[in-house]
């Protein structure tokens, strides 16, 4: 299977901070890297795929970038509702799987 | 507007089968452009594949749970079930039904449903 090892575990940030998030593969897997955000007691949301292409209706505050081994998101502008936890997920082969989560909480 | 729905019992007993159903309303799932797959979730724990299926039948099971793991479709209803037997505690989870759109992921998430494996 392949490893995903997100960075770091967890993270605190201000309102309109600037963070990024680090998600590195055990081995190489071109570009097929998805991000997701998950609020407490909700379903995860699907906001880039491919590394960075950015899913239909989210805001381009979101970006990604990345290829191989090692891939990034990066938020810009943090506001009140980006605060949440963030997985990233390998789609080259499976089984699919997911980083441990990044979780982007208030300073 | 796709939505996804997860079906089923939320309590389930220790070495019984756990079975729960996504029905899938905006799109076909006969649709040569998709898949469609479960994911679980323990509580307060991360994210875990379980499997996938195409309209045809075809399958992909984790390693991890694949012998206990069953996924079929009813292309007439628009559904996917996924069966898990032989349960345990550590079965408890939200379950998830998700479709993916070949080569770029999953796109479109069910609410998730919880199960709790317990006697």
């Known amino acids: 299977d392949i490893q995903m090892t997100q960075s770091p575990s967890s993270l605190s940030a201000s309102v309109g901070d600037r963070v990024t998030i680090t998600c590195r593969a055990s081995?190489?897997?071109?570009?097929?890297l998805a991000w997701f955000q998950q609020k407490p007691g909700k379903a995860p949301k699907s906001l880039i795929y491919?590394?960075?292409s950015l899913q239909s209706g989210v805001p381009s505050k979101f970006s990604g970038s990345g290829s191989g081994t090692d891939f990034t998101l990066t938020i810009s502008s943090l506001q009140p509702e980006d605060f949440a936890t963030y997985y990233c997920?390998?789609?080259?082969?499976?089984?699919?799987?997911f980083g441990q989560g990044t979780t982007l909480e208030i300073k | 507007q796709l939505q996804l729905q997860e079906s089923g019992p939320g309590l389930v007993k220790p070495s019984e089968t756990l079975s729960l159903t996504c029905t899938v309303s905006?799109?076909?799932?006969?649709?040569?452009?998709?898949?469609w797959g479960w994911i679980r979730q323990p509580p307060g724990k991360g994210l875990e594949w379980i499997g996938s299926?195409?309209?045809?039948?075809?399958?992909y099971y984790n390693p991890s749970l694949k012998s206990r793991v069953t996924i079929s479709v009813d292309m007439p209803k628009n559904q996917f079930s996924l069966k898990l037997s032989s349960v345990t505690a550590a079965d408890t989870a939200v379950y998830y039904c998700?479709?993916?759109?070949?080569?770029?992921?999953?796109?479109?998430w069910g609410q998730g449903t919880l199960v709790t494996v317990s006697s």
């Open positions: 998700a479709r993916i759109i070949m080569g770029l992921g999953i796109d479109y």
């Open positions: 905006g799109a076909s799932i006969s649709s040569s452009n998709y898949y």
């Open positions: 299926i195409y309209f045809t039948g075809s399958t």
């Open positions: 081995q190489g897997i071109s570009n097929y």
């Open positions: 491919a590394a960075s």
């Open positions: 997920q390998q789609y080259n082969s499976y089984p699919y799987t």
